[in-house]
């Protein structure tokens, strides 16, 4: 609970125009109504001087402008290492999508092979790609597909080299 006052605080300062020396006052003031307590921890009297050169305990942003080039640094080198590995990644995807339209079923039929598949009297059934002879008996219903589109065939069976 008590992380959110200095961010608080350093809005309100925005704000409000409030600058170090008028909370310096505050504290000093603070510390001499404490001091009246018999019972209070910090009695020794502080003035604004000792208040503005005390360490600060709590100041947002500090982390940050003291380690400033530290962090420019690292976002640097995550920015170059990230631009790096989607160059890489992008050379890979190249290189699968070259190798894909060389290996590819279009590029293959291109070369002039043919995908056979064997159709059933069912047409609402899929063809079935025809991978053995003896899936294509004498009268079997065939679709021949090749590069620029497929046509109807029947099958006349097995003719093993004639």
Do not use: C, F, W
Not at 10 to 16: E, H, N, Q, S, V
Not at 131 to 139: H, I, N, Q, T
Request: net charge positive; hydrophobic share 45%.
């Amino acid at each position: 609970m008590a992380a959110i006052y200095p961010e608080r605080l350093g809005r309100y300062r925005a704000k409000y125009g409030l600058e170090a020396r008028t909370l310096a006052q505050i504290a000093v003031k603070n510390r001499g109504h404490a001091a009246l307590n018999p019972r209070a921890q910090y009695t020794a009297p502080i003035s604004v001087d000792d208040v503005l050169a005390s360490r600060l305990v709590a100041e947002p942003l500090t982390a940050l402008t003291t380690r400033a080039e530290e962090i420019h640094r690292a976002r640097s080198a995550v920015r170059r290492d990230i631009t790096r590995l989607v160059a890489t990644e992008t050379e890979r995807v190249g290189h699968l999508a070259a190798r894909l339209a060389t290996l590819g079923p279009a590029a293959t039929l291109a070369r002039g092979y043919a995908v056979v598949q064997t159709v059933t009297a069912d047409l609402t059934a899929q063809p079935q790609i025809m991978r053995s002879v003896d899936e294509a008996p004498a009268g079997t219903r065939l679709r021949v597909r090749v590069a620029d589109g497929s046509v109807a065939a029947i099958s006349e069976g097995r003719t093993d080299g004639v």
